[in-house]
């Protein structure tokens, strides 16, 4: 697998995510996704033809990705992430779409070195019509960036920041300010 690329969690947006970038042309025996309940982890290997493990764990052993996409919901997050610790200082770059977990949270769990990069899409992306907001640490070289850019694109938009505190801002206004709109309407 030259561009071996791990999705940790695949439900709604993990999905959508894989979706767009098998529609966009990665090949699905370059993708292993890591999907600890059954019955979804069948339902993406019988749906999207990739490799589907249960843990980290898992994986094979030779496997070094290019990409760790972390679709998993924040409160797993402590579960999840240190078990991706080995691939720090491999040229991975760590890609999350997490709420709430910013870049020091990451580099704590995997370590300084971890390219990390945080994004927040918003709900529409589940429909590869969102809108990505992006951030990328001191350690994330510019080929690893648009490699994210590429990835988040196949769900939307994807606009970047340099300021991690403006993340919350873009939180708040994507994810809440539709649900303001709507409560007026109604």
Do not use: H
Not at 74 to 94: C, E, L, N
Not at 98 to 127: C, E, H, S, W
Not at 156 to 176: F, I, N, P, R
């Amino acid at each position: 697998m030259a561009e071996t690329l791990i999705l940790a969690g695949c439900g709604k947006m993990g999905s959508a995510l894989l979706g767009g970038w098998l529609e966009r042309g990665i090949d699905a025996a370059d993708v292993i996704v890591v999907e600890s309940f059954n019955d979804t982890a069948t339902a993406v290997a019988e749906r999207f033809g990739v490799c589907v493990v249960a843990e980290p764990g898992d994986i094979p052993p030779d496997t070094i990705p290019q990409t760790i996409v972390f679709a998993v919901k924040p409160q797993s997050m402590d579960d999840t992430v240190p078990a991706y610790a080995r691939f720090v200082g491999t040229s991975t770059v760590f890609l999350s779409i997490a709420a709430g977990k910013t870049i020091d949270y990451f580099q704590g769990n995997l370590g300084d070195p971890a390219a990390i990069v945080r994004a927040m899409p918003n709900t529409p992306a589940a429909v590869g019509r969102g809108i990505t907001v992006a951030c990328a640490n001191a350690n994330t070289d510019d080929a690893q960036v648009r490699r994210c850019d590429e990835l988040l694109g196949a769900v939307g938009a994807v606009s970047w920041v340099d300021d991690e505190g403006l993340m919350d801002a873009v939180t708040a206004v994507s994810g809440s300010g539709p649900a303001y709109v709507f409560l007026l309407a109604e």
